[in-house]
């Protein structure tokens, strides 16, 4: 199983960034994906995640500014982040759970795959 991430950088206050996640092998549309970032110093947190009937949930922190979406036939999950704020700066990370469940974690502990992480940092 294989999460490659894509589409950090650096942006200054209030732009975009759009980050992508292929996901390769054994784990497929049925599982759910999420968005984490971890920031300097910090613990990893959840930024938004997608269930596989296509719910979504996204952290009160980005409520409104980020969205994440999901692409069942290229099993590519995308995190649209728009008006961005020095505060999201962080590794993000693609993660996706190891089996299918009726709701999706907002923890570490439920994802079994991870990706290697993108950096995006925001600029005031």
């Known amino acids: 199983v294989q999460l490659l991430e894509s589409g950090g950088g650096s942006v200054q206050a209030g732009g975009s960034l759009r980050l992508s996640c292929e996901v390769t092998g054994a784990v497929d549309s049925t599982y759910c994906k999420a968005w984490f970032r971890q920031a300097p110093g910090k613990t990893r947190e959840v930024v938004a995640f997608v269930h596989p009937d296509g719910d979504t949930s996204a952290a009160d922190s980005v409520k409104g500014r980020f969205t994440i979406s999901k692409d069942d036939s290229s099993n590519t999950v995308v995190l649209q982040m728009n008006d961005l704020k020095s505060e999201d700066t962080g590794i993000y990370f693609c993660?996706?759970?190891?089996?299918?469940?009726?709701?999706?974690?907002?923890?570490?502990?439920?994802?079994?795959?991870w990706g290697q992480g993108t950096q995006v940092t925001v600029s005031s």
């Open positions: 993660a996706a759970h190891g089996f299918w469940t009726r709701t999706c974690g907002t923890t570490t502990v439920y994802y079994n795959y």
